[in-house]
């Protein structure tokens, strides 16, 4: 199956830093890119969805100003976790669909980035 | 607003029991459903995709069906090991094109 790499795998930063992590589809290319955020325990939560050379689509109470998103190619979204304070701790995860082919086709997950904000 | 539930929300079972998670959705109206499998504090793991048409999906020990009018999917997993061990999720694919995920099942399987 399609394969999509998601870095750093782990990171801890100071609060008030920002953070950026990249989402990379490697062997096919994404015209729509998604990131989730899933608290302790909990399900994944949709924070934004993103295409390729345009601006994200942030769902209801996510901040887009502090939750930086950008497509920039068909391979790579990155999200920029920018002031970051301790409640931003998470675990964020990023997916993939291919370009073409039928809107309901398969999404493609990356292996998440531990986020830890001290 | 589709929203997502997943019945029970943990389950523990001895080795060998044969078992079924469900998956319960509010607007029919779906694309496809997938169902996933999470281990502790790492990503995705896909392990079936049914798309709407279908009434089921099988992969070695591990069968997904779906009733999509009810609202309802369930996987079954046969002879459970204790690697069957994770969090199982499963998500559906509505007319925002987007992928709305369910509660979770915490499985552990005791050997």
């Known amino acids: 199956g399609a394969v999509v790499s998601q870095h750093p795998s782990r990171v801890i930063c100071k609060s008030g830093t920002s953070v950026k992590i990249e989402c990379r589809s490697l062997d096919f290319q994404a015209t729509t890119m998604f990131w989730y955020r899933q608290f302790p325990k909990q399900s994944l939560m949709l924070m934004a969805t993103?295409?390729?050379?345009?601006?994200?689509?942030?769902e209801q109470g996510v901040e887009k100003d502090k939750f930086l998103i950008n497509h920039a190619s068909l391979t790579l979204s990155t999200l920029t976790v920018t002031s970051a304070h301790p409640e931003d701790s998470s675990f964020y995860i990023c997916?993939?669909?291919?370009?073409?082919?039928?809107?309901?086709?398969?999404?493609?997950f990356g292996q998440g980035t531990r986020l830890t904000v001290v | 607003k589709q929203e997502v539930t997943q019945i029970p929300a943990a389950l523990s079972v001895p080795e060998g029991e044969n078992l079924v998670l469900n998956c319960s959705f509010t607007d029919s109206a779906i694309y496809n459903l997938q169902w996933f499998r999470q281990d502790p504090g790492k990503g995705l793991t896909s392990l079936l995709l049914?798309?709407?048409?279908?009434r089921e999906q099988t992969s070695g020990r591990l069968n997904a069906s779906l009733d999509k009018s009810s609202g309802r999917s369930t996987l079954y997993i046969a002879a459970s090991q204790p690697g069957d061990s994770a969090t199982y999720l499963c998500?559906?694919?509505?007319?925002?094109?987007?992928?709305?995920f369910g509660t979770g099942t915490r499985l552990k399987v005791l050997a």
């Open positions: 998500a559906v694919l509505g007319g925002t094109y987007k992928y709305i």
């Open positions: 993103s295409n390729e050379g345009s601006k994200a689509t942030y």
């Open positions: 049914i798309q709407s048409s279908q």
């Open positions: 997916s993939a669909r291919a370009a073409g082919g039928f809107m309901n086709t398969e999404a493609f």
